[in-house]
């Protein structure tokens, strides 16, 4: 006797759904009118749900996209990341001179710092609900007789969803609050801003790095000056000192003494992970529910085993971010982090094995400056460009299935890409004008990636058929115009990867 698969109950049905692909929901919802209406009412908005893809520069996009759309689109992006084909295009002219660059984004726009100069760029639906970046404008933030006003560090804060309060951080070693005012739609007025001190940052040492979440703000100074804020304080012009955190007995700041670059702050608020130059030269602080930073370390992550500080190898991290979200190795968890190292190395470190550590990988030391028992953590994962040893200035995760990892290099502006589901197949393409430059900054995305070099920022597009003539703005060198529409299809080269059970 034979059975339909329609005559089985709705609720039967939506539980078929859920582990479906794309394909399969396209095909299932041709076969009658019953699952077409199924997959439209259900089946999309299931795998949406079950796969989601960061995505800044086209949320804006996507609240007009059906949700059959926006599944449309990833899955475009998903197969574009598997074929290595992309539109590789400069968002600007060339600076004046070369910058030290650095990039801030929100779901509303993209600031781009270099020197003293901000330049940002704003996202929204353009014909057809393609996602589109405008050109909102520049602003200087440079003060007559002034020297050293070279911005270090940049980061969004929470505005209401504005998206319009910028925290500015200067070699000078003063920080201010930036309230960018947008241009008017008609175009007579331009991009502004108005700008306030902030004065909790003491002076003494500049602010290397900075990272958010919706209450707190964490920041790293040069030296290795570590501080965790309340945003509600960064917006108060009357504040003139740090948290209250003396009244609990602890320091107001933990202290590295080493040459520090990068900070990480967890979403949920439980850990900020710090990397430097030294024997340690990536640490785990744990938080406390109460918001307050631990003056220890929790873990040490490293390379290899050691049971003394003095055993340990010198190494540096320059970038931190939270790995892929959909990786089956380890599923997604914000406990899981990606770190670029001066060898040139991507490592990436569960914290939860920490709990399970053996006695041989606890480093204990007690000296006048340290006193740190921890557990010694070791990689995961390790990825390396077999062509290329320069240290790794930058990291971020997403891309296509949300399975990608991106670094930028040192030097000759290369990124190197690798998807942690098949990390050997890793491949690198230089950014847009082949700069022999570092990439200090890159953000990935489900299907971008913003970076930036000494002389540029760029941009990587993995869904063309969405790409057309005003997708960007149009600010381009005459000598560049020629890659604007270049289409990568890079070959694939054997990466370096060592897995650790």
């Not at 539109?87 to 910058?99: D, H």
């Not at 702050?265 to 030294?278: D, K, V, Y």
């Not at 990988?361 to 995961?380: E, F, G, K, Y």
């Amino acid at each position: 006797m034979a059975h339909s698969l329609s005559a089985l109950p709705t609720e039967i049905l939506i539980l078929i759904l859920y582990p479906l692909l794309p394909v399969d929901l396209a095909a299932l919802a041709r076969t009658c009118r019953r699952m077409h209406d199924l997959v439209y009412e259900f089946g999309w908005l299931q795998y949406s749900l079950a796969n989601p893809r960061p995505s800044y520069s086209s949320c804006i996009a996507r609240k007009q996209w059906s949700i059959h759309t926006s599944v449309r689109y990833d899955t475009l992006s998903d197969r574009a990341w598997d074929k290595v084909d992309f539109v590789a295009r400069p968002l600007s002219r060339t600076w004046p001179a070369k910058e030290q660059s650095t990039l801030a984004i929100t779901n509303s726009r993209l600031i781009v710092a270099a020197g003293t100069v901000l330049y940002s760029y704003s996202f929204h639906s353009g014909p057809g609900g393609r996602p589109t970046i405008k050109w909102e404008g520049d602003i200087s933030l440079n003060e007559t007789h002034v020297r050293g006003r070279n911005i270090t560090s940049i980061t969004f804060l929470e505005d209401g969803g504005l998206d319009q309060t910028l925290l500015v951080a200067y070699q000078e070693q003063l920080v201010e609050r930036i309230h960018l005012i947008p241009p008017s739609k008609d175009g007579e007025s331009p991009l502004s801003f108005t700008r306030h001190l902030v004065t909790i940052f003491p002076k003494g040492d500049y602010i290397e790095s900075f990272s958010t979440s919706p209450t707190h703000l964490l920041s790293l100074s040069a030296n290795g000056t570590v501080r965790l804020s309340l945003q509600t304080i960064l917006t108060d012009d009357n504040a003139t000192c740090p948290p209250p955190l003396e009244a609990e007995g602890l320091p107001p700041v933990v202290e590295l003494e080493e040459r520090s670059w990068k900070c990480h702050l967890s979403p949920s608020l439980t850990f900020a992970a710090l990397g430097s130059t030294g024997k340690t030269p990536l640490t785990i602080y744990p938080i406390s529910e109460d918001g307050l930073l631990s003056p220890t370390p929790a873990t040490i992550l490293h390379t290899e085993r050691a049971s003394s500080l003095n055993n340990l190898p010198t190494s540096a991290v320059y970038g931190i971010s939270q790995a892929p979200i959909h990786a089956s190795a380890w599923g997604s968890s914000p406990q899981v982090l990606a770190s670029g190292w001066f060898d040139g190395r991507v490592r990436i470190y569960d914290l939860r094995t920490a709990s399970s550590s053996s006695p041989q990988d606890q480093l204990t030391t007690n000296t006048s400056s340290s006193n740190i028992n921890a557990p010694l953590l070791r990689p995961v994962m390790s990825l390396q460009d077999r062509w290329s040893t320069e240290p790794i200035y930058s990291i971020s995760c997403g891309g296509g299935s949300g399975s990608q990892v991106a670094a930028g290099t040192a030097r000759h502006s290369v990124v190197s890409f690798w998807d942690v589901r098949n990390p050997k197949d890793g491949w690198s393409v230089h950014a847009p004008g082949n700069d022999r430059s570092p990439v200090f900054s890159v953000i990935l995305e489900g299907s971008r990636l913003f970076g930036t070099t000494e002389l540029r920022p760029f941009v990587y597009d993995f869904v063309r058929i969405f790409v057309f003539l005003f997708s960007y703005p149009l600010q381009v060198d005459k000598r560049l115009m020629g890659i604007v529409c270049l289409v990568y299809r890079a070959p694939m080269r054997q990466s370096t990867v060592t897995l650790r059970p």
